[in-house]
């Protein structure tokens, strides 16, 4: 055993020679369910005020060497964990995965090979593999779809590789996500037949590309949260997305938000906190 976890369960076991269901919580309790059940415990009094105190102070992590998995992001933040694919081998992926989906309900990788993709896929019969969104989720219990629309809109089918990964990433957080895609400002038209559904979207995810338009029209036809996704789609003077980046920046839009070139992981991950915000039993 590495020296953190002999220090980690060392500090368990004095926990749980005072107290020892406040132990028990401090390894387990990592999920928000736990956590009400937590409190339910002291509630009862089955657990004292400091026993409970430090098992939300706890901060568990479970140490490969190479990783340091959080194992109470989902505590923190409502969703576990994402792991992020690009720049680890497919072998590191599957164990962060594992220490993953031991512990947590869904799980979400983003930025995946089809390698690293068919490694997951091989060890873990329930993941399912979303090719164009260059993701994989793994789901025991799929999460309930809590109120409100999120719409993932994209200007073109060069788009949509972004525009997946932020609507399987507000699906897979509990969102239901409306996909309207090829709809860019040069027919303008398509966006238009759209207009009911795109008014009815509680937050919008806006991805384009070239020069970035897209955003701010959208954001001229809606009075709700509009997040601009700048893609690297486009010629030699779009510069890898800059060009569309610094237009969506500067959009004379009321309410519009930027996140980084290609970056739909974050555009959706956003949405979905700005949904959770008008859901009942959230707050």
């Not at 025991?140 to 590789?161: E, F, M, N």
Request: proline fraction near 5%; glycine fraction near 10%.
């Amino acid at each position: 055993m590495n020296p953190g976890a002999m220090q980690w369960f060392s500090g368990a076991a004095l926990i749980f020679a005072r107290d020892p269901a406040a132990a028990w919580c401090m390894l387990w309790a990592v999920t928000t369910a736990e956590a009400i059940q937590l409190l339910e415990n002291f509630r009862a009094g089955k657990i004292s005020a400091a026993g409970a105190l430090r098992a939300f102070q706890a901060a568990p992590l479970a140490d490969l060497g190479f990783a340091q998995v959080d194992t109470h992001r989902a505590l923190r933040k409502g969703f576990p964990e994402v792991v992020y694919g690009a720049g680890k081998t497919a072998q590191q992926v599957v164990r962060i995965v594992g220490q993953l989906a031991a512990r947590e309900r869904q799980v979400l990788i983003t930025r995946l090979t089809p390698e690293q993709a068919r490694a997951v896929r091989r060890k873990f019969k329930r993941a399912v593999h979303h090719p164009l969104a260059r993701c994989v989720t793994l789901e025991k219990h799929p999460a309930p779809k809590r109120p409100g629309l999120i719409a993932v809109l994209c200007a073109g089918t060069s788009d949509l590789p972004v525009a997946e990964e932020a609507a399987v990433t507000a699906d897979i957080m509990g969102n239901r996500v409306e996909r309207i895609y090829d709809v860019g400002v040069a027919g303008l038209h398509r966006l238009l037949a759209r207009q009911e559904t795109i008014q009815r979207a509680r937050v919008l995810v806006v991805v384009a590309g070239m020069e970035g338009a897209l955003p701010s029209v959208v954001a001229g036809l809606v009075g709700r949260p509009v997040i601009a996704v700048p893609t690297s789609v486009g010629y030699g003077a779009s510069f890898g997305g800059v060009a569309a980046l610094l237009g969506m920046l500067n959009s004379c839009g009321s309410g519009v938000t930027v996140v980084n070139i290609d970056n739909g992981f974050g555009a959706g991950y956003a949405a979905s906190q700005i949904n959770a915000l008008g859901a009942p039993d959230e707050s």
